[in-house]
């Protein structure tokens, strides 16, 4: 309700307003009424942090509302419930609402309308009947900004086409983009700030969304974000960007146009890394169910790009499934594949390519059969054993080791599985699993985590296993064979080789290794804290903490 309309609402008059009938006085309480719970719809917040708050004290930032017509409500025990209301940016912080309202089903609902953009708002309520008036509730709070945010962007990395600048990187490398925003404060108002930006690169942005929301990044307290991204395609790319303010209002969408050049350089090939860039890389869900690439090599916990959920193997997120990574069968590498096998179907593993340095959209994952036939070291058939599973359901762990020594073309990596305590091997043909070894069926590796760190510098391979009971970390060589398997002799007794202490599950729930990630030609460990931590090591010494995980 604006000004001008507060002479009379409700039938309050301006002579009553003068008299000061605003004031609820306490001896004028009417007993067994009561009126609570006073609330602002929609929620005052902030879009940044997703905090909502009606600030019904002294002390609270009062949050943000995008709209001029909120509607304030309270539960209520009386018939009738008076509102009032005040405009706390004009010099005398008028009063611009004094109105009575019939309670219904046991709430009270006031409409407003043309409250200003910039301003900020009090109210209270109290119950009212033909006897007096009852004790108010506490005085709540909210601000108004009813201005769309703008923004620019702009890139060293990669200058906006016509700039008649190079660009300073090539298609596969990550640059860096500016994000400006700006929310402008208007005359005698303040602005709720810029809160964060949604993004897409050669696509169209979504609707309906948040600061939570995949593909998008908070802004800083300049308004300003710096997003990194890598432009897989050479040419001409079209960055689209949309701010979003603190009280939910979303600008219009900017476009940024910019050339990737192509990259004739020799690529790294690093078995363990997914987009390209010759750094393995940790692949670990969000709390919304994409998955993060992490290179391992990263002075943080944030990622250099996501896989949404909905390229998951039943669209519902990567949170539960088992990813994993080390090697390729595609000819576009270098450029670890997925091997997936989702908590819904265990019974199936399926193979992502990569083609696009770490983009797996635009594509349908192919399924990798276990074998049923079995060989020994020598690579000669024989029978499985008794309790061998006929599908992957039966793998209580998976993990991958490397490609096959000698292969003549990249292969799916050589797989590891505890099956029933026992350790079986899996080797490939083409782009599936034609034949599994019994590597240890003597030990009991039920109670083992397998990590497999892939290769030192001088390729030598090893297999690492955290005893869950103990937290004693385990160091087992495997060596090359000259038929292209893998000798794993070294893993008949999982007791043997302790290296290092101290790893617990209780200090690291979740244990890994992408392999070579500080580049000093030894692998490394990985872990994820009980409190969502990641921590990388050197070797398995020299833990980092590199934050907290989205």
């Known amino acids: 309700m604006t000004l001008r309309h507060a002479r009379r609402l409700g039938g309050v008059t301006a002579a009553a307003l003068a008299a000061g009938l605003l004031v609820a006085p306490g001896a004028a309480a009417v007993p067994g009424t009561a009126v609570t719970d006073p609330k ?25 509302l995008g709209v001029a017509n909120p509607a304030l409500t309270v539960t209520a025990t009386s018939a009738q419930v008076r509102f009032a209301v005040w405009d706390d940016s004009t010099p005398g912080h008028d009063q611009i609402v004094d109105t009575t309202t019939d309670t219904s089903a046991g709430t009270a609902k006031l409409p407003t309308s043309g409250l200003a953009d910039g301003h900020s708002y009090s109210w209270k309520a109290w119950s009212a009947d033909s006897s007096g008036t009852g004790e108010p509730t506490a005085t709540c709070h909210f601000r108004v900004d ?23 990187k090539y298609a596969g490398e990550n640059g860096i983009f500016t994000l400006k925003g700006t929310d402008a404060a208007p005359a005698g108002g303040a602005a709720s700030g810029v809160a964060c930006y949604q993004y897409v690169l050669n696509g ?43 009280a939910g209002n979303v600008g219009q969408p900017t476009t940024y146009t910019f050339y990737a050049p192509w990259d004739s350089r020799p690529k790294p090939a690093a078995p363990g890394d997914v987009n390209g860039d010759g750094v393995p890389d940790i692949l670990l869900p969000d709390a919304q169910g994409n998955l993060q ?89 024989i029978t499985c054993p008794g309790d061998y599973a006929a599908d992957w359901s039966g793998a209580d762990q998976l993990v991958p080791v490397g490609g096959r020594f000698g292969a003549a073309r990249p292969s799916l990596p050589v797989l590891v599985s505890v099956e029933h305590g026992k350790l079986y091997a899996y080797v490939d043909s083409s782009r599936s699993y034609v034949a599994a070894q019994p590597i240890a069926t003597t030990g009991d590796w039920s109670g083992y985590d397998l990590i497999a760190p892939g290769a030192d510098a001088a390729g ?17 060589p495997v060596s090359k064979k000259s038929n292209g398997l893998l000798d794993f002799s070294a893993l008949a007794d999982p007791k043997a080789n302790v290296v290092a202490t101290g790893f617990t599950t209780a ?20 872990a994820v804290t009980a409190d969502r931590h990641l921590v990388t090591f050197s070797g398995w010494s020299a833990p980092k903490d590199l934050g907290a995980l989205r």
């Open 460 to 476: 030598n391979l090893i297999l690492w296993a955290r005893d869950r009971a103990t937290g004693d970390l385990h160091a087992y």
């Open 146 to 168: 009813l201005t769309r945010p703008g923004l620019s962007v702009s890139s060293t990395d990669f200058p906006e086409s016509g700039s008649g600048t190079a660009p300073g």
């Open 40 to 64: 602002a719809l929609p929620a005052p917040g902030f879009a940044a942090t997703g905090l909502h708050t009606d600030a019904c004290d002294d002390t609270t930032a009062p949050g943000w």
């Open 293 to 381: 690439i992490i290179s391992a090599g990263a002075t943080d916990a944030t990622p250099s790009s996501t896989i949404p959920g909905a390229l998951a193997p039943l669209r519902a997120g990567w949170k539960d499934d088992l990813v994993l990574h080390r090697g390729w069968a595609n000819t576009h590498g270098p450029g670890d594949d997925l091997l997936v096998r989702p908590k819904g179907n265990p019974q199936f593993l399926y193979v992502y390519a990569n083609g696009h340095q770490g983009d797996f959209s635009g594509q349908n994952p192919t399924l990798a059969g276990k074998p049923s036939q079995c060989i020994d070291s020598a690579g000669e058939s």
């Open 204 to 246: 169209t942005l979504g609707v309906g969304w948040d600061c939570a929301s995949a593909h998008t990044v908070k802004a800083g307290a300049d308004g300003s974000a710096a997003l990194t991204l890598k432009p897989k395609d050479w040419g001409t790319n079209v960055l689209t960007v949309q701010a979003m303010d603190n």
């Open 507 to 526: 200090a690291y729930p979740t244990l890994g290794s992408s392999g070579d990630g500080d580049g000093d030609g030894t692998p490394d460990l990985w």
